[in-house]
């Protein structure tokens, strides 16, 4: 079986979905001569040609609401939007109709859409490029937003993406696509929404994370274990619908909790999950939860994102501050 | 220097505002029953229409979007569709709705308050109202993409408004039809008003038409009080599109003799003269002096066929008013297909405290 990257296994997932579903139409700036200015469209246009795999005109709005409009009409379209902090001018559509349409409708019509989008920084690229704003889509009810951390957690999650009956916007950590390879069975076999994954089980600390930053959870795990710290990471995987009770079983175990995020911290995903456990798990906790979180700033330019992204050193920090005293 | 491009709008009408033909009349317009079937759906439109604001008014209906002065415009445009074609209206086009079948009790539902107004029974593919200024024509971009895509001979049909035409939305769903050469017509109802701002200040194009020009898509203006000319106008457009020939602007110039909504007071903004300028040259009039020199309409039908169409309305406003509310429940409804499980915890929050909030009506 081959090893594959991050971006080389959403491109299996879209090749085996427009192989498998005639209504699949993976659409976007680039996506077809050019495979996507990441490359995570490759090979689709020749395989499957232009009506499949269409290269758009410039306007990301358009792309959105021309989803919806396909989507009513029972086609399943995969969109690329080039960098999320393009996401903006598409969402007048997400949050108006995409999101919405199966609800107004009474279920008469509905959006079955996948939108694409690189997610976070860390690859020394222009303003804009860095973004991380799941929050802003979490908090619109009838879209999930989904964050694999991994080659086959990505394959996975974004078959079960494309084949849900409702719109997901599918957040691609770019710090990650490459950085590791994985086998990756090309099986069609879908991972599970709606659900966490805990990617190593501790008895200490619970860390929350999704997307790039896992793999920097997952590294002060390992330096927590050499002190003597046993850490339980959860990928969150699923951002919205938040699945609270893996993260509830397991704070109740370690009894104390730390959330990981690249997004800055005011309004971030971290606070929902932190009000959760206040909600139905403080009796549970040992300590006061930890946020470890981007700043409340414009990401900034590259020389200083590294400052920007939480360290490896911060979680460990924050991890060992939930044991103190 | 040369000249590298160049465009024309024509303006087309058949009828003049008393009902004179002014050239060789289409093919449809000599049969006497299919205009009267026009005539009647503009005046049923009209007669729902005066009782939509006469609800609201009364507070039987939320805020409404009258269609007075557009009639002829609406029912020219849905005379020229075929069923399985996809309609993406804006939220003033019930002539068109009523001709594909939307029953007058859902359209009152959707303006008293209740989603249930936007699940055609018939036709269920096309889009339902729409709000947000503009955005319906990337639907109906989309749609034709899938009609093409799937090489069904459909067409889709997207309304807009003068003002819409100022949206950046409009023109990436002109480029994007243009450049992929769907099959869809855009509609403009050009009534001279976006809410308070007249057409004058919306824009210096002279005409609307042409602002699919710079999208590679021809233009043409058509008198939208002329139901005969719309729909002339619009089946060549939907013939062309359905053949592979492409998009087409139709801008309908009519008025908007109404309030913009029930909310709204025109008198604020535009001068009475202006509108009664407009009322002689509504839509109704032409189309019912030219049955009259048929000789197949005359006052005594006509009465006749409005006390039909009351007693139609009547009793779809009676089957609305009698409608019981949904159940708290629905407002969770058919927000995902799979709902996740914080649904059914605050529904059961929500049943639970249904009625403690202000009275609802």
């Known amino acids: 079986m081959p090893k594959v990257t991050m971006v080389e296994a959403i491109a299996m997932a879209q090749a085996w979905e427009l192989a498998h579903d005639p ?40 792309i959105a609401g021309m989803c919806v409009g396909m989507a009513a009409q029972g086609m399943r379209p995969v969109a690329e939007i080039q960098f999320m902090g393009f996401l903006y001018p598409a969402i007048d559509q997400i949050v108006n109709h995409m999101s919405r349409l199966r609800h107004r409708t009474r279920g008469r019509l509905s959006c079955p859409v996948v939108i694409r989008t690189p997610h976070g920084g860390g690859i020394h690229a222009p303003e804009h490029h860095s973004e991380s704003v799941e929050s802003m889509i979490a908090h619109v009810p009838g879209i999930r937003v989904v964050c694999p951390s991994s080659p086959a957690r990505a394959y996975g999650l974004l078959l079960a993406s494309i084949r849900d009956p409702d719109p997901v916007l599918f957040l691609e950590p770019t710090r990650i696509y490459r950085l590791a390879k994985q086998e990756v069975p090309d ?20 860390i929350v994370t999704w997307g790039a930053i896992t793999t920097d959870v997952l590294q002060a795990a390992e330096q927590l274990a050499a002190q003597g710290i046993s850490a339980e990471v959860i990928d969150l995987a699923t951002v919205s619908p938040i699945d609270s009770e893996t993260i509830l079983d397991s704070v109740a175990k370690t009894g104390r909790l730390v959330i990981v ?28 939860i930890q946020r470890v979180t981007g700043f409340d700033t414009v990401v900034p330019l590259y020389r200083l994102e590294n400052d920007y ?17 | 220097m040369r000249t590298v491009a160049e465009f024309r709008i024509e303006y087309l009408r058949q009828l003049s505002p008393q009902g004179r033909p002014l050239d060789e009349l289409p093919a449809f317009a000599a049969d006497n029953e299919e205009l009267l079937k026009m005539f009647a759906a503009m005046l049923r439109a009209r007669t729902f229409d005066a009782k939509a604001v006469n609800l609201q008014r009364t507070g039987k209906l939320g805020t409404y979007a009258p269609c007075l002065g557009q009639e002829a415009a609406h029912v020219g445009v849905g005379a020229a569709m075929r069923p399985e074609d996809c309609l993406a209206i804006v939220y003033r086009e019930i002539g068109t709705l009523f001709w594909r079948g939307v029953s007058m009790t859902e359209v009152l539902l959707y303006w008293g308050g209740d989603e249930r107004g936007n699940d055609f029974a018939v036709p269920r593919h096309d889009f339902p109202w729409c709000v947000p200024i503009a955005t319906q024509t990337l639907h109906a971009a989309g749609a034709a ?33 243009g450049a992929r050469q769907l099959p869809i017509v855009f509609v403009v109802v050009n009534n001279k008003w976006a809410i308070s701002v007249p057409i004058e200040e919306q824009t210096a194009a002279e005409t609307l038409a ?3 020009i710079a999208a590679g898509i021809p233009g043409v203006q058509v008198d939208g009080n002329d139901v005969i000319a719309v729909r002339d106008c619009m089946s060549r457009a939907l013939e ?29 903004y535009r001068n009475e003269a202006e509108v009664a300028e407009a009322w002689k040259v509504e839509p109704m009039i032409r189309l019912r002096k030219l049955l009259e020199s048929r000789g197949v309409l005359d006052e005594a039908r006509e009465q006749a066929m409005k006390a039909e169409f009351t007693r139609e309305v009547d009793a779809a406003v009676q089957e609305y008013l009698s409608t019981p509310r949904q159940a708290t429940d629905a407002m969770f409804d058919h927000l995902y297909a799979n709902p996740p499980p914080y649904v059914e915890a605050q529904k059961e929050l929500a049943r639970r405290y249904a009625g403690t909030g202000r009275p609802s009506h």
């Not at chain 1, 495979?35 to 009506?51: I, K, N, Q, Y």
């Not at chain 2, 799937?150 to 002109?174: H, L």
């Not at chain 2, 062309?240 to 007071?265: F, W």
Request: negative net charge; proline residues 4%; glycine residues 12%.
């Open chain 1, 23 to 62: 209504s699949v139409v993976v659409l976007g700036e680039d996506v077809g001569k050019s495979g996507g200015v990441f490359r995570a469209t490759s090979g689709l246009f020749e395989r499957f040609g232009a009506d499949r795999v269409q290269d758009t005109p410039l306007a990301e709005n358009m």
């Open chain 1, 187 to 206: 099986d069609g076999v879908a991972a599970p929404l709606d659900v966490c994954y805990i990617l190593r089980e501790g008895e200490d600390v619970t």
């Open chain 2, 210 to 212: 042409q602002k699919g």
């Open chain 1, 261 to 288: 995020h690249e997004a800055a911290r005011n309004c971030g995903v971290g606070a929902e999950i932190a009000a959760i456990v206040a909600e139905h798990g403080l009796y549970d906790l040992l300590a006061p």
């Open chain 2, 145 to 177: 993409m899938a009609f093409k895509i799937r090489k069904e001979p459909r067409c889709a049909v997207a309304y807009i408004g003068d003002g819409g035409t100022s949206e950046g939305t409009f023109y990436e769903a002109m480029n994007l039809a």
């Open chain 2, 240 to 268: 062309k599109a359905r053949n592979g020939g492409g998009p087409t602007v139709v801008e309908a110039i009519s008025y908007r003799l109404s309030d913009h909504t029930t909310a709204d007071d025109a008198s604020r």
């Open chain 1, 309 to 325: 992204i939480p360290s490896v050193t911060r979680i460990v920090d924050a991890a060992k501050a939930t044991l103190a005293g």
